[in-house]
């Protein structure tokens, strides 16, 4: 029988070793990230040819790439009159041109197969604008709009696409936030945890585990009429 593969980005991340874990259970599936990690790719998702020979290497071993999960993304903190051209460069060139290129490469792949899933994870701050996060927000915000139009073109090479929308997971990219404002604020980083998770309806944080069980869902392959939504796994902060 043929292997499906899953390509799974950010896999050495708290969020991504859910979704790989989550995802083994249908797939035979491939972790890239920029940190290497036991059975992980090294490669940078906005290098276009190291994810080419990704690509070539697991078709040309007779596999099929049926699900892409852009999981890679940075955040950076930064008040709005502070934030720098860089700033918003290095953000969205991870969050949105890495996410377009990941997709082109093993999308092109699905696409000439006549079937796939690409889910990009985006995040609550792409629906509901979060202080300090202006470049962030706005890369995720782009994320959600980039999958709308590769659902919309890709749709008729039977690829569907999805974003997924996560509230607050406690994962090294949330605690980089959260002491870099306690530590501006000079106040203690546990009591403001407590106000940043008073938005959710649960009171919680978000477990990986949470969001690697939608995106096994949506790689398994939904109604083909679901594409192009962004789905949110976050408490109820942003309920659309
Ligand atoms: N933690 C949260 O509260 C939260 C909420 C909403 C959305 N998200 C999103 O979830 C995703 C995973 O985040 P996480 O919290 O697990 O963070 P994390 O820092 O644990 O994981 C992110 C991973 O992406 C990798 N990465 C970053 N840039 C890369 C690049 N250019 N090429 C390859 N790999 C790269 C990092 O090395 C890291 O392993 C991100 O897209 C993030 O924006 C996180």
């Not at 980089?176 to 009171?203: F, H």
């Amino acid at each position: 029988m043929t292997k499906q593969f899953a390509v799974v980005t950010g896999a050495t991340g708290t969020i991504g070793r859910a979704i790989v874990a989550a995802l083994s259970e249908d797939f035979q599936v491939l972790g890239i990230d920029r940190s290497s990690g036991p059975g992980i790719i090294a490669a940078d998702i906005r290098d276009r040819a190291a994810l080419e020979r990704v690509a070539s290497d697991i078709t040309a071993d007779g596999g099929q790439i049926g699900a892409l999960v852009n999981n890679a993304g940075v955040l950076t903190m930064g008040s709005f009159f502070d934030l720098t051209e860089n700033d918003f460069d290095e953000v969205f060139s991870v969050n949105v041109t890495g996410t377009a290129v990941a997709s082109q490469v093993f999308g092109k792949r699905m696409a000439e197969r006549g079937s796939g899933r690409i889910v990009n994870i985006s995040s609550s701050a792409g629906k509901v604008p979060l202080a300090d996060q202006a470049h962030y927000c706005a890369s995720k915000a782009a994320v959600i709009m980039l999958t709308r139009v590769m659902a919309l073109e890709l749709a008729a090479f039977g690829v569907q696409a999805y974003s997924v929308c996560p509230g607050a997971v406690d994962t090294a990219l949330f605690r980089q936030c959260l002491d870099w404002t306690a530590e501006r604020d000079g106040v203690d980083a546990e009591a403001l945890l407590a106000g940043w998770l008073a938005p959710s309806r649960i009171g919680r944080f978000v477990e990986p585990e949470e969001i690697a069980g939608l995106v096994r869902y949506l790689t398994r392959g939904p109604a083909e009429a679901m594409t192009g939504h962004a789905i949110s796994v976050d408490g109820g902060v942003a309920p659309w």
